[in-house]
């Protein structure tokens, strides 16, 4: 049986590396709850609004490749974003099957309210300019190592 017991340690949770991963995200979501509830966004709407931030116009499938979301999940959170004003939703003129989203003058000018939830949060964290950098390249290196075996 002890010869077992090693076959199991993968099994063990401080043996994983999907559940630091898991439990840190859950707990820098949870950090950036009370700055969200001011301006009444989930972390789901904040990180859709960041794109639309930079994007202003940006067809569905390549903002949900973006912020790695499926349609499934991005959709009711586009209506929500679309019930705040914050953006619209059009069929393009070149393409019906295209869905464009389009940031609107509201959604724009939520950005200001925006403008320091990451300081705060990331004060929160209190990692070094460094150790951010390198685990921001670790976590990319691991999307991107990951999403070539799909």
Known sequence: MSGNSDLYESLKLENQLCFPLYACSKEIIRKYKPFLDKIDLTYTQYITMMVMWDKKSVNVKTLGENLFLD????????????????????????????????????????????????????????????????????????????????
């Open 71 to 150: 349609s499934g999940t991005l959709t009711p959170v586009l209506k929500k974003l679309e019930s705040k004003g914050y953006i619209t939703r059009e069929r393009s003129d070149k393409d019906e099957r295209n869905l464009i989203v389009k940031l609107t003058k509201e959604g724009e000018a939520l950005k200001e309210s925006a403008v320091s939830i990451p300081q705060q949060v990331g004060s929160c964290v209190r990692l070094t300019s460094d150790e951010s950098k390198k685990l921001y390249e670790l976590l990319y290196k691991i999307i991107g190592k990951v999403r070539e075996t799909d």
